[in-house]
């Protein structure tokens, strides 16, 4: 174990830091579906680690990519220059996405994906003569990351509050709880579609012609997993168009199999102009994320199509690791291990009873909610009186001693495994979940 004082070398965000030091938990390896602690601890990883090892643990395809990589061409700029792993990269995922997603660009995170699809937004607007449009609209709760547009267009207001104005303009839709009519519901719950309609009245009151994009987690994950009532993406989707507003899906957690689909907009069949990911495309190995855009933004952005006073937008954007060659084979090895493995379509099949073991949890001490779809499910605990959050902390380091890895939000308890999880595992997953509801108090 690190020595005491190295504890407070490395400086973890907010409460996270003093809960930490108080029980430290430290991952010395990771092999398939387990995580190996320092002090010898086998953990079940019922999270791909945050939402990201769909393709599990150390896997040798991808290892041995990265190594290869690393020895044949380290980093390559990519201004000015490129590097055929890019292309090839980019031309996979524009087979992947569905409809006419077939552009890639390349960024190190989530959070880098967020800002960059919301410039590509305005940028769009402006490149079509709709430079008045440069208002965002975000959805409350939502989480998009932690740089200034993600906080911004965020709905998570402790998470902007330190920051003064952040980016102005920007509104945000309900969320889209309609917590006492959905309870326990299974999979996309039947209420609360008619929260997308609160999108018309934004809209009146600025004016169309004012808003640029709408941002959304197609399933709301970092919040407890959302997954959206049934109709209610649609009809964001029928109201953006109407208006000649972008929707983005912030797919960061739901694109790369999760729900069993390539991504949300596959499993939903809602067709999206801009989509974030990151995460679940190099298996959480290399940093890498990609925002993929539809024809008709990249024609407007770069090939000045889109018949705007300004013809094609001199926009500067790019980071000195995009589509860089680590990640890039990282990412191309991470898809063909989806691919020759079934991973998505595994997803699917082993959905419903991953939902079927899930609410089987329903009943136990201080259970007020379970939530799935994919292979995403959550359980909401109780908090307990003027302490919020103990409850569930408290369920995280016992699923610990019982060799189970959970992520908590306050007194919620989110799970997401790799993909590659067997029935059996699945099992082990919520028996061991299950003993821990039994001895919380
Ligand atoms: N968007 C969503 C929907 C996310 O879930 C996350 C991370 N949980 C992010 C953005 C930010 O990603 P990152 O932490 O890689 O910056």
């Not at 590097?83 to 880098?112: I, Y």
């Not at 001490?365 to 009186?385: H, Q, Y």
């Amino acid at each position: 174990l690190a020595a005491p004082n190295d504890l407070e070398a490395f400086w973890m965000p907010f409460t996270a830091n003093r809960h930490f030091k108080a029980h430290p938990r430290l991952i010395a390896r990771a092999e398939g579906m387990y995580y190996t602690l320092t002090d010898g601890r086998r953990l079940i990883d019922a999270t791909a680690g945050l939402w990201c090892c769909n393709a599990g643990h150390a896997r040798s395809r991808i290892v041995e990519a990265i190594q290869r990589q690393a020895a044949e061409l380290d980093f390559a700029p990519t201004f000015q220059w490129g590097h055929p792993l890019a292309f090839q990269l980019a031309s996979r995922l524009a087979n992947l996405f569905p409809g006419d997603l077939d552009h890639a660009f390349f960024t190190n995170s989530g959070s880098e994906s967020v800002d960059t699809a919301l410039k590509i937004a305005l940028a769009y607007q402006r490149a079509i003569g709709q430079g008045t449009r440069t208002r965002l609209i975000g959805r409350e709760r939502g989480y998009h990351g932690v740089g200034f547009g993600g906080i911004s267009v965020g709905g998570i207001v402790k998470n902007r509050m330190y920051f003064g104005s952040l980016l102005t303009g920007v509104d945000h839709l309900p969320h889209t709880l309609d917590l006492e009519k959905n309870r326990f519901s299974r999979g996309q719950p039947e209420h609360g579609a008619e929260l997308a309609d609160n999108l018309e009245r934004i809209i009146a009151l600025h004016d169309a012609s004012t808003i640029a994009a709408v941002i959304v987690e197609p399933v709301a994950g970092s919040i407890g997993v959302y997954p959206p009532p049934k109709g209610y993406l649609e009809r964001l989707r029928a109201i953006t168009e109407k208006h000649g507003i972008l929707l983005i899906f912030d797919e960061v957690i739901t694109a790369y199999g999760r729900l069993g689909a390539s991504s949300a907009a596959e499993y939903f069949g809602v067709q999206p102009d801009l989509v974030t990911t990151a995460k679940g495309l190099t298996s959480g190995t290399v940093p890498m994320g990609a925002v993929m855009a539809r024809k008709h933004v990249y024609d407007a952005i770069v090939n000045g199509e889109g018949a705007g006073p300004e013809k094609a937008i001199e926009l500067f954007h790019g980071y000195t690791y995009s589509a860089h060659p680590l990640a890039c084979a990282a990412a191309l090895a991470t898809l063909e291990t989806y691919k020759e493995e079934g991973l998505f379509e595994r997803a699917a099949e082993l959905a419903p009873y991953w939902e079927e073991r899930l609410h089987a949890l329903r009943g136990k001490p201080n259970v007020i909610d379970i939530r799935n779809i994919g292979l995403m499910g959550a359980v909401e605990l109780s908090a307990r009186p003027g302490k919020p959050g103990e409850r569930g902390y408290d369920a995280m380091l016992k699923a610990c001693d019982k060799g189970l890895m959970i992520r908590i939000t306050g007194d919620t308890i989110a799970m997401s495994p790799p993909l590659i999880v067997t029935r059996e595992e699945i099992d082990q997953i919520m028996d061991r979940l299950g003993e821990t509801l039994d001895e919380l108090e």
